[in-house]
């Protein structure tokens, strides 16, 4: 392969090398970098969140993993264009969750969700700062409905 190709693969697409976490975030735009840092801040917050890096296959590839008690409770996938969150959400956290409080995106993320095994994996895209503050929210709802906190 010639240099100039393999150069162009970024950390994120690259499966076959594990990237370090500050050279995944190096290739976040710019706009959207402040976003994730936030993300990550508000989840190692939570009492007791380990953060790991891993590869999860397409379409997340390398991202972070954020874990209490070995429960993984989200997701975060560095994607260079369009970095998301993503949710496993439980049968039973659902159940015991008023959504009305809840912002209409985040609403919308757990109602379009896949639902697969008992899970619900809701995903979205960081968009706003203010979108953060409510998805870290729900977080803690959902923590608080588990029994965790």
Request: hydrophobic letters at 45%.
């Amino acid at each position: 392969m010639p240099a100039s190709l393999a150069t162009e693969i970024s950390p994120w697409h690259n499966q076959f090398a594990q990237p370090s976490t500050e050279s995944l975030l190096a290739g976040v735009e710019e706009e959207r970098l402040r976003l994730v840092k936030l993300v990550r801040k508000g989840l190692l917050a939570l009492d007791g969140c380990e953060e790991s890096l891993g590869w999860h296959g397409i379409p997340w590839r390398w991202s972070m993993t954020y874990a209490i008690n070995a429960q993984t409770r989200a997701y975060l996938i560095p994607e260079p264009e369009r970095p998301a969150l993503a949710m496993p959400i439980r049968a039973a956290e659902i159940d015991a969750i008023n959504f009305r409080p809840l912002s209409r995106p985040v609403r919308d993320g757990v109602m379009n969700a896949a639902y697969v095994a008992g899970i619900l994996w809701a995903e979205w895209e960081l968009t706003a700062a203010t979108q953060i503050s409510d998805l870290l929210s729900f977080q803690n709802k959902l923590l608080a409905s588990s029994g965790k906190r």
